[in-house]
């Protein structure tokens, strides 16, 4: 079936260092989300990449969409403690309605 | 605005029991979902309902009833729990369907659910 596959699973970093999770998708995706999970909580919208390529930013967060739309990187600059949770990639297979979740990548911030 | 809620907050079931997960929106959008998390597994779809009196099954609709009530509500039933079952559901909606032109989900704070 469809497959969303995130790595690495997990990430423990030093406060300071940059941070990436790659997604990717067994097949084309139309569109990609961003997700965030704190511990205990829920997931929350970061951000939505539609185009072949397309970069986008949020502060010290960048989103890619890679050429071919079947892979995504989130990457995270100088990290901070507030950093810390569980990052998801959501990807709509082309010609389908439904989100596919990745996997996640649970994100530690060592102070 | 609450946005969306969830009740209730926790729940321990035995084996063979039945009960309802309720959900409600406050931000008159048109359709809702049901997904449930388990450790390591992501998010999985169950059902999703694309607008008010249409359901449609998700990745793993097996064990689960849903219902829209109305704009505002959506309930997901489990008729005869299994520990399989045990998980975290999220209830989540969004202005129009997902994927048609990529609209946020908006999530419910979850549902604890522990089968004995």
């Known amino acids: 079936g469809q497959q969303v596959m995130q790595i690495p699973q997990y990430q423990h970093v030093q406060e300071g260092e940059d941070f990436t999770t790659y997604c990717n998708s067994s097949t084309t995706l139309s569109n990609i989300q961003w997700y965030k999970q704190r511990p205990g909580g829920h997931p929350v919208f970061l951000i939505q990449l539609v185009k072949s390529g397309e970069v986008k930013k949020q502060k010290r967060l960048t989103f890619q969409f890679g050429e071919a739309k079947k892979n995504s990187s989130l990457h995270i600059t100088a990290t901070q403690t507030t950093d810390v949770g569980t990052y998801f990639c959501a990807g709509v297979p082309s010609g389908t309605y439904k989100y596919i979740f990745g996997t996640g990548t649970r994100l530690k911030v060592l102070a | 605005n609450a946005g969306v809620t969830q009740t209730p907050k926790f729940q321990v079931l035995k084996t063979g029991q039945s009960m309802t997960l309720q959900c409600a929106q406050d931000m008159n959008h048109n359709s809702m979902y049901w997904y449930r998390q388990d450790p390591g597994m992501g998010l999985r779809l169950i059902y999703y309902?694309?607008?008010?009196?249409?359901?449609d099954k998700g990745e793993v609709p097996n064990g689960y009833n849903v219902s829209r009530l109305n704009k505002r509500e959506f309930s997901l039933r489990l008729e005869s729990a299994a520990p399989s079952q045990t998980s975290v559901y999220f209830c989540a909606s969004s202005a129009s369907l997902l994927g048609r032109d990529g609209q946020t989900q908006y999530f419910g704070p979850g549902t604890r659910l522990l089968v004995l």
């Open positions: 309902s694309a607008s008010e009196g249409t359901t």
